[in-house]
């Protein structure tokens, strides 16, 4: 290493922030998964009562909570690892969005593909993943 600018390492107050988004993170999908599965099995989604539909939208709440987590940790990023970390947003959202729309025209073709809306979010999320492994921003998050 020619200086300490070039080092690898993350400095303790990194580390801390880091550790912070993962405990938030896990915790939101925690009550995320904790709000949805009771949701699904008997919210009564497939019904005809109104209140169906604000069932559906509980799980919005911990969702919210996961968007502000992942947020803040943006804005803690330094210049270098916002610049790590932004292929892989930009892959991840591009690759939704294409799903989105290959899976908008099926449909219109009559193809029905059971839970459409749960394999954007995973071909989404899963490049974002796999961009990021490349990039060399999987630490950050």
Same mark, same amino acid.
């Given at each position: 290493?020619?200086?300490?600018?070039?080092?690898?390492?993350?400095?303790?107050?990194?580390?801390?922030?880091?550790?912070?988004?993962?405990?938030?993170?896990?915790?939101?999908?925690?009550?995320?998964? #904790?709000? @949805?599965?009771? /949701?699904? %099995?008997?919210?009564?989604?497939?019904?005809?009562?109104?209140?169906? *539909?604000?069932?559906? &939208?509980?799980?919005?709440?911990?969702?919210?909570?996961?968007?502000?987590?992942?947020?803040?940790?943006?804005?803690?990023?330094?210049?270098?690892?916002?610049?790590?970390?932004?292929?892989?947003?930009?892959?991840?959202?591009?690759? #939704?969005? @294409?799903?989105? /729309?290959? %899976?908008?025209?099926?449909?219109?073709?009559?193809?029905?593909?059971? *839970?459409?809306?749960? &394999?954007?979010?995973?071909?989404?999320?899963?490049?974002?993943?796999?961009?990021?492994?490349?990039?060399?921003?999987?630490?950050?998050?």
């Amino acid at each position: 290493m020619t200086s300490d600018l070039d080092m690898d390492d993350e400095t303790p107050r990194e580390q801390e922030l880091r550790r912070r988004y993962r405990r938030h993170i896990f915790a939101a999908t925690l009550v995320y998964v #904790a709000v @949805l599965a009771p /949701v699904a %099995f008997w919210g009564g989604l497939d019904g005809t009562s109104p209140w169906r *539909f604000v069932f559906a &939208l509980l799980p919005l709440l911990p969702a919210a909570w996961m968007f502000t987590v992942i947020v803040r940790r943006f804005r803690e990023l330094d210049e270098y690892q916002l610049r790590l970390a932004f292929p892989g947003v930009g892959a991840g959202l591009a690759a #939704a969005m @294409l799903s989105s /729309v290959t %899976f908008g025209f099926l449909s219109l073709a009559g193809l029905t593909l059971p *839970f459409t809306a749960w &394999l954007i979010l995973f071909i989404g999320g899963g490049t974002w993943r796999v961009v990021n492994q490349f990039t060399g921003a999987s630490k950050q998050f």
